[in-house]
């Protein structure tokens, strides 16, 4: 029987694949090629092999006619030829590593030579027991505090391995809508909505819970079983069911009818230290809650509330947004009518991190679409400015002099755009740039090449272990240079990979305060990055935040609404958020001059 393959595995093969070629010095463009196929497939809201089934495999950005041909043999066959030539002779073992953060393909593959680990089973438990005897420090290349790094990302990527995966948030809301689009599909659904954490928008969601009003349960139930992407039905009744996907997500069903729609909807979505806070407001007043509506105790009456403003305004309280019900103060503030009015999708204005396929021969990724394209999808998204920001050109590959040459290129390049396509669209094209901040706190770009560009987000993107102290004057240091605008995905988490670096932020508050500078809400899938509990901080020290998108292709520039939705789970208004300005109060609060 051939094997099924699901998304994530297809990605972490397609990474083998470009591993293998970096260990073999193959040329970069075949790594960056299988990198970005793997990205694509690990961000697919379809599974690939339905893509395939229908002949549409082509159409997956980043996947071009070459590795189209080999996954077609690999879900035809079961496996590819291809792909298990390059991979040949290659410790099994080193695929297995280079899945742990700060372990690269020729570290992994040294690690597997040295230590003489070939076996994928067992690579990692050997590989920290080799840390804990001080064999890695002994070997070329490697030291104490090398050793000391290799070992805590094993034991943190052991720890994740025991640990019910989750799905990072845009891929859960995609795949929810594709549910509820299926299930308003049949003639006895009168509405679909996600519950639970999915609904309160959290950065990672682990089932997936749905709602649906109806008169006729039982029908539903069974229209919903014949979903095409079940794998395996774990319980039905005759209002509600369970059913595992084929990407291994499990997705939960319950029906309820529009009497008491509203309070299945509250029920089910607050976080559980919301629903115990409101449970308590409501037993102070002789009520208690349930999915079914409000019992008065004394009488055992209960209210039933077609909708969720009902349900709250009955225990004398204002409607509160779902992303706020995770019980950080929401019901206090409902209680004094200060609940914040959130920013919304509707109120952005422009996009400030966009890698455009402008080859600046960058420290990092290339992104995939000219930028005549994005700027059309932005006049799309009624955007009235956008920045392209591609990673600086790597400065160990280039001199100075090179330097300015390529971004002087781009800047006559983001001109001529602003003279043309812009111009047509009435959007402002900015020319900005993503600088890597290096280890002592400079930034990786000559001094001359600032004049060259509108503004500079500065990033980190190495050396993540670097000391609290050590963290927070390294970025302290970065913010000082001039044109940087603002600190780029500031905490360098990666969902489900690694934790953000430490760092002190109140003093990095203070910093962009005393600038005029901003912190990002970074709306890349893995990132959505100041997490919520840091917007609310830097909201609350007065910080002004830019959502963006961190775009590496057009399609990307539809992640806005998750960044959005990390923003306003950490209680940002549209005041707090400076890319919703339109353009010349922009302008002006960016310190952009354009006429």
């Given amino acids: 029987m051939k094997k099924q393959w699901t998304n994530q595995e297809v990605a972490e093969l397609l990474r083998a694949v470009a591993a293998a070629y970096e260990v073999r010095n ?6 960056i090629a299988y990198d970005r196929a793997a990205t694509s497939v690990e961000h697919l809201t379809t599974e690939i092999k339905d893509l395939w089934d229908e002949g549409k495999i082509n159409e997956i950005p980043g996947v071009g006619p070459s590795i189209a041909q080999h996954l077609d043999e690999l879900f035809a066959k079961g496996q590819s030829s291809h792909f298990r030539e390059v991979m040949k002779g290659l410790p099994p073992a080193m695929f297995e590593l280079i899945k742990i953060s700060g372990i690269g393909p020729k570290t992994a593959f040294k690690l597997c030579q040295s230590l003489k680990i070939w076996r994928k089973k067992g690579a ?5 027991k080799a840390a804990e005897e001080g064999k890695i420090r002994r070997l070329p ?3 104490e505090e090398s050793e000391r790094k290799i070992k805590e990302a094993v034991t943190q990527a052991k720890l994740k391995k025991k640990e019910k995966p989750r799905m990072l948030l845009p891929y859960a809301a995609e795949l929810a809508k594709k549910i509820i689009a299926y299930l308003k599909s049949s003639p006895w659904v009168e509405d679909a909505q996600p519950l639970g954490s999915l609904r309160r928008q959290c950065a990672t969601i682990g089932d997936i819970d749905i709602a649906v009003k109806t008169k006729k349960p039982k029908k539903v139930v069974a229209f919903f079983l014949k979903f095409p992407q079940i794998k395996q039905v774990l319980n039905q009744g005759e209002k509600k069911a369970s059913v595992v996907l084929r990407n291994e997500t499990q997705v939960d069903l319950r029906t309820q009818d529009a009497q008491t729609w509203g309070s299945m909807l509250q029920y089910f979505t607050g976080s559980k230290h919301h629903n115990i806070a409101l449970r308590e407001w409501a037993q102070k007043r002789g009520l208690s809650l349930s999915e079914y509506g409000i019992k008065k105790v004394k009488t055992g009456k209960v209210i ?15 409607w509160i947004p779902p992303e706020l019900r995770e019980d950080q103060g929401e019901i206090e503030a409902a209680q004094k009518n200060k609940l914040p009015k959130l920013v919304s ?3 952005i204005k422009g996009d400030l991190h966009l890698h455009s396929d402008f080859d600046v021969e960058p420290s990092h990724d290339l992104g995939k679409d000219d930028m005549e394209t994005m700027v059309k999808k932005a006049a799309q998204l009624g955007y009235q400015y956008l920045g392209f920001t591609e990673h600086n050109p790597s400065i160990s590959q280039h001199t100075s002099q090179q330097i300015i040459s390529i971004l ?6 983001v001109e ?14 900015l020319n900005g740039l993503e600088v890597d901040i290096l280890p002592d706190g400079r930034l990786a770009l000559p001094e001359k090449a600032f004049a060259l560009l509108d503004y500079v987000i500065a990033s980190v993107h190495t050396s993540f272990h670097q000391p609290k102290e050590k963290m927070t004057q390294r970025i302290l240091t970065a913010l000082d240079f001039p044109k940087v605008r603002f600190l780029g995905h500031p905490t360098g988490r990666k969902l489900e990979m690694r934790e953000g670096y430490e760092v ?20 890349f899938p893995d990132r959505l990055d100041l997490p919520d509990f840091l917007v609310k901080e830097a909201i609350q020290h007065g910080v002004k935040l830019v959502v963006n998108t961190d775009a590496h292709q057009v399609e990307h520039m539809e992640l806005m609404p998750y960044g959005v939705a990390v923003a306003r789970r950490g209680w940002a208004r549209k005041k707090d958020i400076v890319n919703t300005l339109p353009w010349r109060k922009f302008a002006k609060v960016f310190k952009i001059h354009y006429n």
């Avoid at 990692?124 to 920290?128: A, D, G, V």
């Avoid at 039933?304 to 709250?312: A, G, I, P, S």
């Avoid at 002087?408 to 390049?413: A, T, V």
């Avoid at 002190?504 to 901003?518: H, I, M, P, R, S």
């Fill in 504 to 523: 002190d932020w109140e003093k990095v508050f203070a910093k962009v305060l005393k600038n005029g500078q901003f912190l990002e809400v970074n709306a």
């Fill in 141 to 143: 290349g490697f030291g």
């Fill in 304 to 318: 039933r509330t077609k909708t969720e403003e009902e349900f709250y305004r009955y225990l004398g309280l204002p």
């Fill in 26 to 31: 193959a040329s970069k463009f075949k790594v």
């Fill in 124 to 128: 990692l438990e050997r590989i920290k």
């Fill in 416 to 429: 001529k755009i602003n003279r043309t396509c812009a111009k047509k669209l009435n959007i402002k094209v």
């Fill in 408 to 413: 002087s290129r781009k800047k006559e390049l």
């Fill in 345 to 347: 999708i509707k109120d």
